[in-house]
């Protein structure tokens, strides 16, 4: 079977052919981005122009809908019996919850979500990657598709924005997975060169200045697929395997203890397979604690495909084709409403799609729903936001001349 991620590509794939040659232009329009781990290995492995992304635990993509909004709310779910060809029963398979509306996302959490221009004054579209804090976004503009020319910060509560850097990198080199902490912004750019490459990191104060590569005394040999900030070191790990620490200021790369072939999912968790694996291989299976050594290995069932894991809990889809989620100790399964093709955000939320057209974000926590207000156009397309596998925070997407924004840690 395909994943909902791999339909939609599809679809997105042949709505840019048929724009073409004028797609690329219009590409950004159709992209919400705050790059966690996956635009530079989404770039390296599959070295093509997409219309799909994963971006600031969100993937979002053009998919086709059947039309405008929906009704009413949710229909519990009721198992169905399978019969086989020689018309004997089965065990039954459960139906799927089916979410048929909801209220307005900002209605819902309003403590949780904001409207904001989607352009600087300046006109620069606005491209937002993570929190800074509470109420200040790091965003990004682009000189050209997913190439940063600057990043700046944006004050949700008076509007106000500054410049933080001026982003340069060589042609074909991209500027990505952004993490902050002890007062900067780091990110990395992979220089490829045929199945491996090199990845070099970058570092500017929060206030800003000139953006200074972290000295690492010899290249490192593989590309980067993950980031983040610990007291004075940054972790980083490899697209193939590998966790490893550097100071801030420059210094010895070491590896972390334990973490070979590992890749980075939650500091200080650490995991294997990582999270681009064939479809019956499950992510994120094997987790380990780099600070304690503690371990956690999920169960998974024969036969079960498209397992995506987090720190707490995991989904995927049973051999029946029922999608689910469980805890990774095998408690607590739950039949979903669709997919999860990427995990769920911060082991909690994800986004389905509305009978007639739309999408909600889903609080598996707590069973309320947000509808995010996104509709099919004319041709029947919209935009379709995935919240991805891990524990960011941040969901954005653009709706008409607006950029909303959701800070998934203000949920309670």
């Not at 065990?91 to 979500?113: F, K, L, N, S, Y």
């Not at 780091?186 to 500017?204: D, Y």
């Not at 993950?226 to 620490?245: I, P």
């Amino acid at each position: 079977m395909t994943g909902k991620w791999e339909d939609d590509l599809r679809d997105a794939l042949v709505h840019a052919a048929e724009a073409a040659p004028r797609a690329p232009r219009e590409l950004p329009a159709l992209v919400a981005s705050r790059s966690r781990r996956r635009r530079a290995r989404r770039q390296a492995l599959l070295a093509a122009a997409m219309v799909a992304v994963i971006a600031g635990g969100v993937a979002v993509a053009v998919r086709e809908s059947a039309g405008p909004a929906v009704e009413h709310a949710v229909q519990p779910a009721r198992p169905e019996e399978s019969r086989s060809a020689a018309g004997e029963t089965s065990q039954p398979v459960p139906r799927r919850p089916v979410i048929t509306a909801a209220d307005p996302v900002g209605e819902v959490w309003p403590g949780a979500v904001w409207k904001i221009p989607a352009k600087l004054p300046g006109g620069q579209k606005l491209r937002p990657l993570l929190f800074l804090d509470d109420r200040t976004l790091l965003a990004q503009t682009w000189e050209s598709f997913e190439k940063a020319d600057a990043i700046h910060a944006y004050d949700l509560e008076t509007g106000d924005s500054r410049k933080i850097a001026d982003i340069r990198t060589p042609k074909g080199v991209h500027a990505s997975e952004f993490a902050v902490g002890s007062g900067r912004i780091v990110w990395q750019t992979i220089k490829v060169a045929g199945r491996r490459g090199t990845s070099e990191f970058w570092s500017v104060p929060v206030t800003g200045g000139t953006p200074e590569a972290i000295a690492t005394g010899r290249p490192v040999k593989g590309r980067g697929d993950a980031l983040a900030v610990v007291g004075d070191r940054l972790v980083f790990s490899l697209l193939e395997g590998g966790v490893h620490t550097v100071p801030l200021a420059g210094g010895e790369v070491s590896a972390v203890a334990g973490a070979e072939g590992h890749h980075l999912l939650s500091w200080p968790w650490v995991g294997t397979p990582g999270e681009y694996t064939p479809d019956n291989e499950p992510s994120f299976a094997k987790l380990r604690n780099a600070e304690t050594g503690e371990t956690s290995e999920a169960v998974v069932h024969p036969g079960e495909k498209f397992v995506r894991c987090g720190v707490l809990t995991c989904t995927g889809v049973r051999p029946d084709q029922t999608p689910f989620q469980r805890r990774r100790d095998g408690s607590g399964e739950r039949v979903l409403p669709e997919e999860a093709p990427h995990g769920l955000a911060a082991d909690r939320f994800m986004t389905v799609h509305l009978p007639k057209g739309g999408q909600v974000l889903h609080d598996l926590v707590t069973g309320r729903s947000g509808d995010l207000g996104l509709r099919p156009d004319k041709l029947g397309r919209s935009v379709s936001v995935q919240p991805a596998l891990g524990d960011g925070r941040l969901v954005q997407y653009p709706l008409g001349k607006e950029l909303v924004v959701i800070d998934l840690a203000r949920i309670e």
